[in-house]
């Protein structure tokens, strides 16, 4: 089965969105504009790159990434020649500039964990980050957790009334500007 892992910038009080910067969030950028920056602590990002072998993207991350990241050719090269997945129940095609498969529901995305292949990377997609937990598909979280309380904002977990997910720490570190790396297995 293929690891599905979920990957997040998230402030300490579980924060995620915009944060490199968006239009319409009050802290919009909060990633660099809020927290000096640290290269040290984008190691895991470079690495998560090398190690995925599909990326997975709710409708709205996909729709806000496929303009932009096809032209971030040395930034993104890995994700732009690897296979995409958008997970949405509304979008009728794909972007041209950045194809992808659409999938319809978290099923779907359960039958994609069942082929072969390597690890399946989402990025950004706070609400398809919080069906894959619900529904037990989430493998891993690798967080970068940011020293700041954001208040209002996209959670990356959601507050549906479920049984206790157990994680397992597997690796951690903190940096000079206050990020912490955290790396956690979902205990089965």
């Known amino acids: 089965m293929r690891p599905l892992i979920v990957t997040a910038f998230v402030s300490v009080d579980g924060v995620m969105e915009a944060p490199g910067g968006e239009p319409g969030y009050r802290n919009s950028g909060w990633t660099f504009k809020d927290v000096e920056m640290d290269e040290a602590a984008y190691e895991i990002k470079a690495r998560e790159q090398e190690e995925a ?3 997975l993207l709710g409708r709205r991350s996909y729709e806000a990434f496929a303009p932009v990241w096809p032209t971030m050719v040395e930034e993104f090269a890995g994700y732009n020649a690897m296979p995409r997945y958008v997970v949405s129940t509304t979008l009728a095609e794909e972007d041209p500039r950045w194809p992808a ?3 319809r529901s978290t099923d779907d995305v359960a039958a994609l964990k069942e082929t072969e292949g390597g690890p399946i990377s ?3 997609s706070s609400v398809l980050g919080q069906a894959l937990a619900d529904a ?12 700041l309380l954001l208040g209002a904002g996209k959670r990356l977990f959601g507050d549906t009334d479920k049984d206790t997910t157990k994680l397992r ?4 570190e903190a940096y000079s500007n206050g990020v912490q790396k955290q790396v956690f297995d979902v205990v089965r």
């Open 136 to 147: 037990g598909l989430v493998d891993r979280y690798h967080l970068l957790v940011f020293p």
């Open 101 to 103: 498969t659409i999938l």
């Open 169 to 172: 720490l597997v690796e951690q």
């Open 122 to 124: 989402v990025h950004g």
């Open 53 to 55: 072998t599909a990326l």
